[in-house]
């Protein structure tokens, strides 16, 4: 499932009547609303267990996932691969400065925000890190992590080598029984060679090329730190580094 099928207000008035007979839950439109399907499922799951309609996902240990590579790598590429895959999987709406590109949605892609905004959410604290990439400012929401993790999901969060510098500090601090700490996995995404990030790049068709140079400019200094994550996987063939990850994620999480 992509992470741009979230269920919305139309999807909720064109269908979700039929749902109703079978999940009184389902109702509620602001508890649907803005969910992907899975996290529906999981949300209706906890609320209803025991129902014969759903069946319970397998207790594992929920993860903390961050994944970070240089811009083109193939990180959103693999996000939603994985979303689709683990039905107790949550994807980490960031906020950011930058304009939408292509066909992305506010609060679906990104929570999109003026730079006044973002100040304002700096002050409020509500920031579990932010950091200024490519000229333009990314957050991570501390609120909707605490509430998914509480829930028992799972998380993944897209972020640069800067932000997942400062998550890590924020999990070390944190006792070793806390969930965060106890499921955090960070992984680097390797790009097979400068020549194949800039034809991804290029490819993606999203980007001007100004934009397209600063951001190979970036990936050699970000590529410099991969070490400081616990685990490097290098894109070449997308089938092959999706395998590595879902092995990674299986054995952390207790599935393998
Ligand atoms: P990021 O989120 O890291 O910026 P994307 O997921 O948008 O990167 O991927 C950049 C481009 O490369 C996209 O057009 C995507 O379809 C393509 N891509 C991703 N992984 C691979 C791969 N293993 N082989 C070839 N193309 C890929
Ligand atoms: P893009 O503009 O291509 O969507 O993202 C640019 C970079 O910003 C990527 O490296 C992406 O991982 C990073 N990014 C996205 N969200 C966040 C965030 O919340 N925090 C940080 N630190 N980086 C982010």
Redesign the pocket.
């Known amino acids: 499932m992509s992470r741009r099928n979230r269920i919305t207000p139309n999807w909720f008035d064109g269908v979700a009547a039929h749902y109703t007979l079978l999940f009184p839950l389902v109702k509620d439109k602001a508890l649907c609303c803005n969910r992907t399907p899975n996290q529906l499922r999981n949300h209706l799951v906890l609320a209803e267990r025991g129902g014969n309609w759903y069946t319970p996902p397998m207790q594992t240990k929920p993860l903390f996932i961050v994944i970070s ?1 240089p ?8 996000c939603d691969m994985l979303l689709q895959h683990y039905n107790d999987l949550s994807y980490s709406v960031s906020c950011t400065t930058r304009e939408p590109r292509g066909m992305e949605e506010d609060g679906v892609d990104y929570h999109f925000h003026t730079l006044e905004r973002f100040r304002e959410l700096i002050d409020e604290n509500a920031f579990l890190e932010y950091a200024e990439v490519h000229g333009n400012f990314y957050g991570t929401l501390k609120a909707p992590i605490a509430e998914d993790l509480a829930s028992g999901l799972s998380i993944v969060m ?1 972020i640069d080598v800067q932000g997942a510098a400062k998550v890590r500090e924020h999990v070390k601090a944190l006792p070793a029984s806390d969930p965060m700490r106890d499921g955090f996995v960070d992984i680097f ?1 390797m790009p097979p060679s400068m020549e194949e990030l800039r034809r ?2 290029e ?2 068709s999203t980007d001007a090329p100004e934009v397209i140079e600063r951001r190979l400019e970036n990936a050699e200094g970000e590529i410099a730190r991969a070490d400081e994550f616990m685990f490097k996987v290098v ?4 089938s092959v ?1 999706f395998k590595r990850i879902c092995d990674i994620l299986d054995v952390k999480s207790g599935r393998m």
């Open positions: 590579a811009s083109g790598c193939g990180k959103s590429t693999l897209d995404i991804r790049l490819g993606r894109n070449d063939e997308l580094a």
